[in-house]
């Protein structure tokens, strides 16, 4: 199996889209990150975990799943790379590999030598543009191919049907 844990304000720092949007609004930016690994998830097969630090979201630590991403804030006094640091230990096994996305530097060292295997940003922003084309390539050969539907359904019920299909509530 494998796991990509990924520094989410690293990595909103370092996309452009989602540096432009954190400027307007930080939360908004978060839930984009979200939705775009939970892409990346269902395309890749990877278990994937954001960790965020704590400091921009006050109070204890939170764990939730958001589209099947686990999204972990940081414990007050806790950094992101030191929780980042410790999942790398805790899941790394003989049969997971873990990648860790993040272009801090010292970071990178660290979690190298845990045994993990590290992506920058600009890695996972090329990868993800790609599964992005990907999907959308495969999204519409499977239109082109596939009969119109016996039954009219309105663009509203679609996207009620496309949620459950991704594992949204």
């Known amino acids: 199996m494998d796991i990509l844990i990924v520094d989410g304000y690293n990595i909103i720092g370092a996309w ?5 949007l954190k400027n307007k609004d930080l939360a908004s930016a978060r839930d984009r990150l979200v939705e775009k690994m939970a892409e990346y998830q269902a395309y890749s097969g990877y278990r994937v975990i954001i960790v965020f630090d704590a400091h921009f979201v006050k109070g204890t ?13 940081t414990r007050n006094n806790e ?10 230990i805790d899941l790394n096994n003989r049969k997971t590999q873990v990648h860790v996305a993040t272009s801090d530097f010292t970071e990178q060292w660290a979690i190298f030598g845990q045994g993990a295997l590290r992506k920058s940003a600009r890695e996972l922003l090329n990868e993800m543009e790609s599964v992005e084309k990907r999907i959308e390539k495969k999204v519409k ?14 663009d509203e019920m679609a996207e009620i049907f496309e949620k459950w299909r991704r594992g949204e509530r």
Do not use: C, G, H
């Open 79 to 88: 950094t992101a790379d030191e929780r980042i640091e410790r999942l790398a």
């Open 141 to 154: 050969n499977i239109q082109e191919k596939r009969p119109s539907s016996k039954i009219p359904l309105s």
């Open 61 to 73: 630590e939170k764990k939730y799943k958001n589209y099947k991403v686990e999204v972990i804030f």
């Open 16 to 20: 452009p889209e989602l540096r432009d």
